[in-house]
């Protein structure tokens, strides 16, 4: 059975929501057979690449809150990520375009890296003190993972290189209706959205497995999804 994941570097509920889903995977019978796949999702495509700016910032701007209320908004989601046993700052992180993440997100999939990466770059962006947002930090970040330094600077010094990967996967998410992240397809039968619990998870793999009939793509009747919208980039 193949899970893809679509999500954004920038999403924090998609750094939760990959420690929620593998917590729910480990407590599935058939985890072995289950192949796991990340596809790209831009929050913020238009975003220019070196626009960079402090996350408090732009979610006081988009939200119309004060600096203080986006301090709360933070230390919300700090709590929750805390809960999983995640680091996370909830000052002093930037914001900025991913198109270029994502893009070694693909090559790192070639390589069988793909995880590594995207745990490496979760956890620079949201609990060290490192910016995913200039290439140098991610050439670093992609060879602690594993990928050759040569081919990684190769790859961010051609614009075109994954581009199309990344598009495809973009244009997808669209033909699935999705308009958050992180959202999560099974076996193409049936579809969880946001950060939810780890026991939806594992009940969504297990219906999955069944072949049971599906219901439409989004979280289960009942429950709120924790996720990051496309309107701005943050949650």
Aim: charge should be negative.
């Amino acid at each position: 059975m193949r899970v893809e994941i679509w999500s954004d570097i920038a999403c924090p509920w998609c750094y939760i929501g990959k420690a929620r889903f593998e917590k729910g995977l480990a407590a599935f019978a058939h985890r072995d057979e289950v192949e796991v796949v990340h596809r790209s999702f831009e929050l913020d495509p238009n975003r220019p690449k070196g626009d960079t700016g402090p996350v408090l910032e732009m979610l006081a701007r988009k939200y119309g809150r004060t600096l203080d209320e986006a301090r709360a908004m933070e230390a919300h989601v700090a709590s929750n990520a805390h809960s999983e046993g995640l680091g996370y700052r909830t000052e002093g992180r930037d914001h900025g375009n991913t198109f270029d993440i994502h893009r070694l997100l693909h090559l790192a999939k070639d390589r069988g890296r793909q995880n590594e990466l995207l745990d490496l770059a979760y956890r620079a962006n949201f609990a060290e003190e490192r910016s995913v947002f200039d290439d140098e930090t991610l050439v670093t970040l992609a060879v602690e993972a594993g990928l050759d330094e040569t081919e990684v600077r190769a790859v961010l010094a051609d614009a075109g290189a994954y581009a199309e990967a990344v598009r495809a996967d973009e244009r997808e998410a669209a033909e699935l209706g999705a308009n958050g992240v992180p959202f999560f397809v099974l076996d193409r039968r049936y579809g969880v959205s946001g950060g939810q619990p780890a026991e939806v998870f594992t009940q969504a793999l297990e219906q999955a497995w069944q072949g049971r009939v599906p219901q439409p793509a989004g979280a289960p009747a009942g429950e709120e999804a924790a996720a990051c919208d496309v309107d701005g980039g943050a949650c």
